[in-house]
């Protein structure tokens, strides 16, 4: 019987995993994964501001894997292409017949000085924990110190998670404010971003409503302002410095580092892949999802890495592995997308859809738009209870 290890259990991993066990029993999967559980990362964010809990963004792996999928929770070490073996932490190596290479991603500091010291990256459930934690200790602890910088955040970069981030950050301050007995005039949060515009993704007039919505909650942009070094308390750039105790460093991701402790050809720990998601001279290897770099075949330029794209990535990766199996030709990836929704907040946000005509949305008709895509997400890595438990 064939072999297939996937490695990851994010997006990517699970959903391919998902659909070899239903749609060819006959191929042995195993799945290896950090955690027992999956998180949905496009909601780290709420964790980290103390929205959600971690119970809400999770669920059990064992419970969403179908029953003829083994799975290993162990540490990825390095993948040995040429035995076809993983090296784990703490298992013995196992080989294989297929690869998935699904690790997904990790903060990126682009070599920024004292950014991993000092910012607070938000990438997987340990990392928000921290940071709601580091944000309510610091709150709390202004009522003895009476120090003004305990009272600032400052958000890097003005990406997704970021402007994520902000917007349940100005939802839940009040709460925050209340529960500390802090005074709300003197609190102060600032974003820094590189780059001239916020949310580059959307359209002008949706990424300008998301900066007018922030602004008017007490949030103020500095862009065009590259961060160069972050000290402790201090967020560094060619021309300023700004002054916070809370420093959330959301200024995009890499992928996992095994990817270059394997010997891959890479690029921020990114492999540039086939059409059809192999790797070159490696047919029976797929990279998917954060780790993969997946030209578009219309524009030569790679797709962004999305939850929506890994998803779309695993599809064609368990229908080219099946195709692989049967001797059949292998199908090219090519991803239409639904669009792109940003939360501000639960109950608001921006949206750009792209199903029946192009939907340009703002306001509070984002709120549900953005739970149908994150229950969609549920449903495609595991099932409707589980879904209905994470509501
Ligand atoms: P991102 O790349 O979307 O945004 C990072 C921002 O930080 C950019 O605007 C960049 O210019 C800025 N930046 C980088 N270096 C900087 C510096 N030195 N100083 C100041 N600013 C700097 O990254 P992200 O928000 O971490 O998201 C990571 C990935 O996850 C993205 O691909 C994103 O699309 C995806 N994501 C999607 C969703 C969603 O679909 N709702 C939510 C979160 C994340």
Same mark, same amino acid.
């Given at each position: 019987?064939?072999?297939?290890?996937?490695?990851?259990?994010?997006?990517?991993?699970?959903?391919?995993?998902?659909?070899?066990?239903?749609?060819?029993?006959?191929?042995?999967?195993?799945?290896?994964?950090?955690?027992?559980?999956?998180?949905?990362?496009?909601?780290?964010?709420?964790?980290?501001?103390?929205?959600?809990?971690?119970?809400?963004?999770?669920?059990?792996?064992?419970?969403?894997?179908?029953?003829?999928?083994?799975?290993?929770?162990?540490?990825?070490?390095?993948?040995?292409?040429?035995?076809?073996?993983?090296?784990?932490?703490?298992?013995?190596?196992?080989?294989?017949?297929?690869?998935?290479?699904?690790?997904?991603?990790?903060?990126?500091?682009?070599?920024?000085?004292? $950014?991993?010291?000092?910012? *607070? =990256?938000?990438?997987?459930?340990?990392? %928000?924990?921290? !940071?709601?934690?580091? +944000? /309510?200790?610091?709150?709390?602890?202004?009522?003895?110190?009476?120090?003004?910088?305990?009272?600032?955040?400052?958000?890097?970069?003005?990406?997704?998670?970021?402007?994520?981030?902000?917007?349940?950050?100005?939802?839940?301050?009040?709460?925050?404010?209340?529960?500390?007995?802090?005074?709300?005039?003197?609190?102060?949060?600032?974003?820094?971003? $590189?780059?001239?515009?916020? *949310? =580059?993704?959307?359209?002008?007039?949706? %990424?300008?409503? !998301?900066?007018?919505? +922030? /602004?008017?909650?007490?949030?103020?942009?500095?862009?065009?302002?590259?961060?160069?070094?972050?000290?402790?308390?201090?967020?560094?750039?060619?021309?300023?410095?700004?002054?916070?105790?809370?420093?959330?460093?959301?200024?995009?991701?890499?992928?996992?580092?095994?990817?270059?402790?394997?010997?891959?050809?890479?690029?921020?720990?990114?492999?540039?892949?086939?059409?059809?998601?192999?790797?070159?001279?490696?047919?029976?290897?797929?990279?998917?999802?954060?780790?993969?770099?997946?030209?578009?075949?219309?524009?030569?330029?790679?797709?962004?890495?999305?939850?929506?794209?890994?998803?779309?990535?695993?599809?064609?990766?368990?229908?080219?592995?099946?195709?692989?199996?049967?001797?059949?030709?292998?199908?090219?990836?090519?991803?239409?997308?639904?669009?792109?929704?940003?939360?501000?907040?639960?109950?608001?946000?921006?949206?750009?859809?792209?199903?029946?005509?192009?939907?340009?949305?703002?306001?509070?008709?984002?709120?549900?738009?953005?739970?149908?895509?994150?229950?969609?997400?549920?449903?495609?890595?595991?099932?409707?209870?589980?879904?209905?438990?994470?509501?």
């Amino acid at each position: 019987m064939a072999s297939v290890l996937i490695l990851g259990a994010g997006y990517a991993g699970l959903r391919t995993a998902k659909l070899l066990a239903k749609h060819s029993p006959q191929l042995t999967v195993t799945v290896v994964n950090k955690n027992a559980y999956h998180y949905e990362s496009t909601q780290l964010h709420e964790v980290a501001v103390g929205t959600r809990e971690p119970a809400d963004i999770t669920f059990s792996l064992r419970q969403a894997l179908p029953k003829n999928v083994d799975l290993i929770i162990d540490e990825v070490v390095k993948v040995d292409r040429e035995k076809q073996q993983v090296e784990l932490a703490h298992h013995e190596p196992l080989s294989y017949d297929y690869l998935v290479n699904s690790l997904g991603f990790e903060s990126e500091t682009f070599g920024i000085p004292g $950014a991993e010291e000092n910012g *607070l =990256p938000l990438i997987d459930i340990p990392t %928000a924990l921290a !940071a709601r934690e580091h +944000l /309510e200790k610091t709150l709390a602890h202004f009522n003895e110190s009476h120090d003004p910088n305990d009272l600032r955040i400052i958000v890097c970069g003005a990406g997704f998670t970021s402007i994520e981030y902000l917007g349940d950050l100005v939802y839940h301050l009040p709460a925050l404010i209340n529960q500390y007995h802090l005074p709300a005039d003197q609190i102060k949060i600032d974003c820094i971003e $590189a780059m001239p515009k916020v *949310l =580059p993704m959307f359209s002008q007039d949706l %990424a300008d409503y !998301a900066v007018h919505y +922030l /602004e008017s909650h007490g949030v103020t942009f500095h862009t065009s302002t590259p961060i160069t070094a972050i000290n402790p308390g201090v967020v560094e750039s060619k021309e300023s410095s700004f002054k916070a105790n809370t420093i959330i460093w959301t200024t995009g991701v890499k992928g996992s580092h095994v990817i270059a402790d394997s010997g891959y050809d890479q690029k921020r720990n990114r492999v540039v892949v086939q059409n059809n998601l192999s790797v070159k001279d490696h047919p029976n290897e797929f990279v998917i999802g954060d780790v993969s770099a997946v030209p578009d075949p219309d524009t030569g330029r790679m797709y962004p890495t999305t939850g929506q794209i890994a998803i779309a990535q695993a599809d064609v990766a368990a229908r080219n592995i099946r195709a692989l199996v049967a001797g059949r030709s292998l199908t090219d990836f090519k991803f239409h997308s639904l669009g792109t929704v940003c939360s501000l907040g639960p109950t608001n946000g921006v949206a750009e859809i792209f199903m029946m005509g192009h939907w340009k949305l703002k306001g509070h008709v984002v709120g549900p738009i953005k739970k149908l895509v994150n229950d969609r997400s549920v449903l495609e890595l595991s099932d409707i209870k589980t879904m209905l438990e994470s509501n």
